[in-house]
């Protein structure tokens, strides 16, 4: 049985800033499940992302099954540890709408690492190639174009990590 009252962990960082590091470490806690997007994307529509808006449109599409999930884990006492991208105003939007649906608190984790070294850890990862995707510093730089660092203002419970 979880411990204590649910929490829904979201992680906010560039592409390579160490986000999934921090989400398996804060699912450590009992109680408390990790979703890691990467995972499910990779298994279910690796042959269908060829570009950035076939990210965000398989990504939309395994929204529609994951969030009632989510809510229904939160609801039910389950910590969540989503290893999803909440760099964009509107992909906190929706990770906001989970945790109010499930009338649970939160956090949002800001990892607020240089551009510089996220290449480098990109670089990395993709000469390890245990990742389910390998993204080009070209990739990264049209992602990055769109990455908004959370503010106060937007009313979330803010974790700052900074390099």
């Not at 991208?85 to 800001?110: D, G, I, K, N, Y």
Request: aromatic share 6%; with cysteine; charged share 20%.
């Amino acid at each position: 049985m979880p411990k204590g009252a649910p929490v829904l962990h979201m992680i906010c960082g560039k592409i390579a800033a160490g986000k999934s590091t921090l989400a398996t470490q804060l699912a450590q806690e009992e109680g408390t499940v990790l979703i890691m997007l990467d995972d499910w994307l990779g298994a279910l529509f690796a042959d269908q992302m060829l570009s950035g808006a076939d990210f965000l449109r398989v990504s939309e599409r395994l929204g529609q099954v994951m969030d009632p999930h989510i809510i229904a884990l939160l609801k039910a006492g389950v910590s969540v540890v989503l290893d999803y991208p909440a760099s964009t105003l509107a992909q906190r939007a929706r990770m906001r709408a989970l945790f109010e649906a499930a009338s649970v608190a939160h956090q949002l984790h800001v990892l607020d690492v240089p551009d510089e070294e996220c290449l480098a850890r990109l670089r990395a990862r993709n000469a390890q190639g245990d990742h389910p995707f390998a993204v080009s510093e070209a990739q990264f730089h049209r992602f990055a174009e769109h990455f908004v660092l959370p503010t106060v203002a937007e009313g979330f419970t803010l974790v700052h990590y900074a390099k």
